[in-house]
């Protein structure tokens, strides 16, 4: 399976213009698309998952090379598309009263699982792959954020789909539930395209094979996390300042973030060489990508562009 955007715009009647000649590919595997708030990410999942049309442009899902009437068209064809679609939004209801196993069972129903056995022996298949099975009797009003996460991903994976949009997931999730999450996600990802909207860095760098950070609508890089990493390596730069010292530093230097660090702050700067004695080279990782790549510094952009693999 392979997701292909071509050329989507959308313009919302405030006029505010959410997504701007969007090209993507997306292979079978876990996708980041990393954004901050507003950025465009829910308009483009939301289009994807058939909620909205966009403006221009369009969206095919099949497989690489088939017959072209053999993939979907993703805005024309909606029900197709629904058909293999599991959809996560960022915000879902649930009826609170309701256990997970009645739920899901219902849900099941309505998938078109008609024989009871077949449907039990599903039901039974995803509450155990989610980790739900101890606690299906309990109601869902009384689930933690992640399990009612999870709970939303055994829904979504109700048959079978083989395109898979999770939006904005571990936002809330406390340390445990997010690695729990991530790890369920990542053996989803062995089957179907999933696409991982997020403003969080660390969910991108731990789950996804490829990725692509959007702003104001816009595509800034698209690239491999590991390839984008490298291309950085030899560039970034650190030091521990003083609070008083920091805007000097911004003003002579490229400064990539400032992190705070035991108390201390910690400056990222990017430069070609050593930008001065007081700086050490540092090995960069993913949140030195995301913010060169939103500090909009020329360098890191181009080397990242040169990392890009359009598959
Ligand atoms: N229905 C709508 N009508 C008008 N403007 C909208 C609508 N939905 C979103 N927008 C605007 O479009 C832009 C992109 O929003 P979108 O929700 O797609 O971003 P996002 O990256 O998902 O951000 P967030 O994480 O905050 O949801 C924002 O400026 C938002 O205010």
Redesign the pocket.
């Known amino acids: 399976m392979h997701l292909a955007i071509r050329g989507v715009s959308k313009t919302?009647?405030?006029g505010?213009?959410?997504?701007r000649d969007i090209n993507l590919d997306i292979p079978r595997g876990m996708y980041g698309l990393l954004?901050?708030?507003?950025?465009?990410?829910?308009?483009?999942?939301?289009t994807i998952a058939t909620l909205?049309e966009p403006d221009t442009g369009s969206i095919t899902l099949g497989e690489p090379g088939s017959a072209p009437d053999g993939s979907i068209d993703v805005v024309r064809e909606k029900d197709r598309v629904r058909r293999t679609l599991g959809y996560l939004p960022?915000e879902f209801g649930v009826y609170p009263s309701v256990s997970a196993e009645r739920l899901l069972d219902h849900f099941a129903v309505l998938e078109g699982f008609t024989d009871r056995a077949a449907r039990r022996r599903v039901v039974e298949a995803l509450l155990r792959q989610t980790n739900l099975w101890d606690v299906r009797r309990e109601r869902l009003g009384g689930y933690s954020g992640g399990m009612r996460q999870r709970f939303g991903i055994a829904v979504a994976l109700l048959g079978g789909p083989s395109l898979i949009i999770v939006?904005?997931p571990t936002a809330g999730l406390d340390p445990a539930e997010r690695v729990r999450f991530l790890n369920l996600l990542s053996e989803i990802g062995e089957q179907a395209v999933v696409i991982l909207?997020t403003?969080i860095v660390e969910d991108v760098a731990e789950l996804c094979s490829r990725m692509a950070i959007?702003d104001r609508?816009e595509i800034h890089l698209e690239a491999e996390p590991l390839a984008a990493i490298a291309a950085l390596r030899g560039r970034v730069w650190r030091r521990v300042v003083s609070r008083a010292e920091l805007p000097d530093i911004e003003r002579r230097h490229r400064v990539i973030c400032t992190k705070l660090q035991s108390g201390r702050t910690l400056v990222h700067v990017y430069d070609e060489s050593l930008p001065g004695p007081d700086f050490e080279a540092t090995e960069p990782d993913l949140e030195d990508v995301y913010f060169s790549v939103m500090g909009g510094h020329q360098g890191a952009r181009a080397e990242a562009a040169a990392s890009r693999v359009i598959s």
């Open positions: 919302y009647a405030n505010v213009r959410a997504l954004g901050p708030n507003g950025a465009g990410k829910s308009t483009l999942m939301r909205q960022q939006d904005e909207s403003h959007i609508g």
